[in-house]
């Protein structure tokens, strides 16, 4: 089940929100071998005491098994701060209309159905929700950093690339900066070409905006 | 920010709010509630970086008796767009707030018996200096009309909300980016060019040469100081220029 939410003082989603971490910390420190700071099994960075807006994918036990995060870039940016370089000298990525989405994780563990294209189904729908988080906010589009195996699985999950400009060295990954458009078009696209409804996803947005 | 720090701030301090109505950016507002047919529009900033008495920084075209009433009734720790709003980036449907208690109720009956809309929208804003705020927007209109107008404006207040929250900071001494302009023609083929046409498609939509659009293209590319045309797209976008 999808999940979309941000911090608040309540605490409620204390449980999901270390559930998070904990799956970052594996996937990006363990998996993929990025330069990321893991403090007791938790990979957590700067962008998350700024209220980013969190989107999970819960399995029954609201165990966090996929998530990205998304901040306007109109604010701190991970592109801006960290990944510069991904861009042309003197460009800088800062609309009303434009989020960035960071720490796209999805749990390989937990994931065995595979579709035709080779992404599972939880892959489809967190990008799906992506877009459509995007047109529900009446953005033009996602900025997101990402390194070229990403880039791969974004592609053949349907989902529209256009790169900033060619991938360039990070701690020995080739990482690239893309936009990515956010239309209903793109949405429906998407849940097609990953054969997911689009039911699950429409629900989630009543605590936002009855989208 | 957390919530507290909030609270704290526009509950505790209701003889400090920075009320501001330089006529010229109440106008800008003004003019916005009429170009939208509003019944009202607020302007909320929290921590801007600008010199002033308080930390919350308030511009609205509601009336003098609302905002004193709305103050002086401390409605800002029970206001769900607040408590919802301020840790949050998506908009706001006011019909999708929580009205469970009965001063949130009566919160909205008085809203509207001074002249608020039933349906609103609330436009979370965040800056580069770490400031907060609001922009949100009122009007009267049945569920049915308000999802299709929500839908239709929403890109539009994205921008009038950050373009808004930019002036109100560079009016107070923030500079924040440098003006470039574009030609009608460079901002068409850049609008076109950015709904993934070719030039040569694009072309034949404005009834003009391909090398034309390549020419104003190109233009285009150097006013915005970018090396290709996806860049120029995203380098528009960004300043609200298409």
């Known amino acids: 089940m999808l999940r979309i939410f941000h911090k608040d003082e309540t605490n409620t989603n204390k449980k999901i929100l270390n559930s998070m971490y904990a799956l970052r910390a594996r996937v990006f420190g363990e998996r993929l071998k990025w330069q990321v700071e893991i403090t007791d099994g938790y990979e957590k960075d700067y962008f998350d005491e700024i209220d980013p807006l969190y989107v999970v994918y819960l399995d029954a036990n609201e165990n966090v098994i996929a998530t990205f995060r998304l901040l306007p870039t109109t604010g701190p940016t991970m592109l801006r701060d960290i990944f510069s370089r991904c861009l042309p000298s003197g460009m800088d990525i800062k609309s009303p209309l434009i989020w960035e989405s960071t720490r796209f994780a999805v749990d390989s563990e937990f994931v065995k159905n595979y579709g035709d294209n080779g992404l599972s189904r939880i892959t489809g729908e967190m990008l799906s929700a992506l877009i459509q988080i995007g047109v529900s906010a009446g953005l033009t589009h996602i900025v997101t950093v990402i390194d070229v195996r990403m880039e791969k699985i974004l592609l053949r999950a349907g989902c529209p690339v256009d790169r900033l400009a060619d991938p360039v060295d990070y701690g020995g990954t080739k990482t690239l900066a893309i936009l990515m458009e956010c239309t209903e078009e793109w949405v429906s696209l998407i849940q097609q070409k990953n054969k997911i409804g689009i039911s699950c996803v429409n629900e989630q947005y009543k605590t936002l905006i009855a989208a | ?242």
């Not at chain 2, 002033?52 to 401390?74: A, L």
């Not at chain 2, 709904?195 to 003009?208: P, Q, R, V």
Request: hydrophobic share 40%.
């Open chain 2, 1 to 242: 920010m957390l919530h507290s720090d909030l609270f704290s701030e526009l509950a505790g301090n209701n003889e400090g709010y920075f009320i501001d109505n330089p006529n010229d950016d109440l106008s800008v507002l003004k003019a916005l509630k009429d170009k939208f047919s509003l019944n009202h529009i607020a302007y909320l900033g929290i921590n801007l970086p600008i010199k002033s008495d308080s930390s919350t920084y308030i511009m609205t075209t509601y009336s003098s008796e609302w905002v004193e009433r709305y103050v002086t009734q401390n409605y800002v720790k029970i206001d769900p767009v607040i408590n919802y709003g301020f840790q949050g980036i998506m908009p706001i449907d006011w019909k999708s707030l929580p009205k469970n208690s009965k001063k949130v109720v009566q919160l909205f009956a008085e809203a509207k018996e001074h002249g608020l809309g039933n349906q609103g929208l609330s436009i979370p804003i965040r800056g580069v200096h770490g400031e907060t705020a609001m922009f949100s927007v009122n009007v009267d209109m049945s569920d049915k009309d308000w999802l299709h107008f929500r839908k239709q404006i929403i890109r539009e207040l994205q921008i009038h909300a950050y373009n808004f929250h930019t002036k109100i900071l560079e009016n107070n001494g923030v500079q924040n980016f440098k003006k470039i302009s574009l030609s009608d023609r460079e901002k068409e083929c850049l609008l076109w060019a950015s709904k993934g046409k070719t030039a040569w498609e694009i072309a034949s939509i404005l009834g003009i040469k391909t090398t034309t659009v390549n020419f104003f293209l190109e233009h285009s590319r150097s006013k915005l100081d970018v090396l290709n045309t996806t860049q120029a797209v995203a380098k528009a976008i960004r300043y609200a220029l298409i």
